[in-house]
């Protein structure tokens, strides 16, 4: 077990004064608040338990996530269950081959009655929008995602509209072999802060779910907190975890070696060392801590990293992953003391 970092005085003189001028959510509220939407969500989510844990360590980083997996693996109920359970304001949008930007953003719409032009929201504006099926789309409207996801804010006819906090961005796809779809360019998939790959159930739980829809059971979930909580709980996460100069060094150290690594064409760039940063100290959070250790850093590394990096096709050829790079990477970067 990794010795925990001892916080300079500085930084917890800071940390008081600061949250002297808000409402105090400390790491130990954020655990337990945590473990009191993980308990509702188990109601109707058969196992996903670690990919559960990942989605809220990316909303209290202010990140979004990429879930793949084939088609009815229930990547669209763990997303709508989540945001229930979170209690935030949700909008679900389908990418078909036909959806425009103007679908997903909004536009300008004439009104008779007072001659004038007035603001059609898109769905995205919310607090959690799931982006169902995002490599359906072309390429053209995937990348109206770029700017709400980088900026959380929109840009429709010159016009800037900011979106409301938090906001998230969940979207799901299929694996890129299969028919109808278009793989997403490499600056949205960088804008993911973590991408999770959804496996079959195990046998046992697929008995589970069975024996639930046989039942009747209905997949519906009780808030057990606010979207104002949320907000609290990420300024915590931002302001009060304490994450050591040795710590970000291990971050620089893992993020630099990926762009020296021979299998790789690309590497990591420093959106991924900031992503690598916030998930880390999410998770500390999670765990009730105010100091991030580097066994927080190794639990999310895989899933912040390898979706970013681009290996050389001959690599590719003979199996070699993403995962594996960064899990080579680990073992070979000095774990600081």
């Known amino acids: 077990m990794s010795k925990a970092p001892n916080p300079p005085e500085g930084t917890k003189a800071s940390s008081s004064t600061r949250s002297s001028q808000r409402e105090k959510v400390t790491p130990k509220d954020i655990k337990s608040t945590w473990n009191e939407c993980f308990t509702e969500l188990k109601n109707v989510v058969i196992g996903k338990h670690e990919v559960l844990e990942d989605i809220m360590i990316t909303l209290l ?54 001659a004038s032009f007035k603001l059609r929201r898109g769905p995205v504006f919310c607090n959690f929008l799931l982006a169902d099926e995002i490599n359906r789309s072309p390429p053209k409207t995937q990348a109206a995602m770029l700017e709400c996801m980088a900026e959380k804010q929109v840009t429709i006819e010159g016009e800037q509209y900011a979106l409301d906090p938090p906001f998230i961005v969940v979207a799901t796809q299929n694996p890129v072999e299969q028919e109808g779809t278009y793989p997403l360019p490499e600056a949205q998939v960088d804008r993911f802060a973590m991408k999770l790959n959804l496996e079959l159930p195990s046998a046992d739980e697929e008995k589970e779910i069975i024996r639930l829809k046989h039942s009747g059971f209905k997949k519906k979930v009780r808030p057990m907190t606010t979207a104002a909580m949320v907000n609290k709980m990420i300024q915590t996460v931002k302001e009060d975890i304490y994450l050591s100069d040795e710590l970000m060094g291990y971050i620089r150290d893992i993020i630099v070696m990926t762009r020296s690594d021979p299998r790789l064409m690309l590497g990591g760039s420093p959106r991924a060392s900031l992503a690598l940063l916030g998930s880390c100290k999410s998770y500390a959070a999670l765990q009730g801590r105010n100091y991030v250790i580097p066994d927080d850093l190794k639990r999310i590394a895989v899933n912040s990293i390898a979706h970013r990096l681009q290996l050389k096709a001959e690599v590719e050829l003979e199996g070699t992953t993403g995962k594996v790079v960064v899990e080579d990477i680990i073992k070979q970067v000095a774990v600081p003391i």
């Open 61 to 114: 980083a202010e990140g979004h996530i990429l879930l793949e997996g084939v088609p009815g693996i229930a990547k669209t109920v763990i997303t709508k269950a989540f945001a229930d359970v979170i209690g935030m304001n949700f909008n679900r949008q389908q990418f078909t081959p036909d959806l425009l930007p103007s679908d997903v953003l909004g536009t300008n719409i004439f009104d008779p009655k007072t």
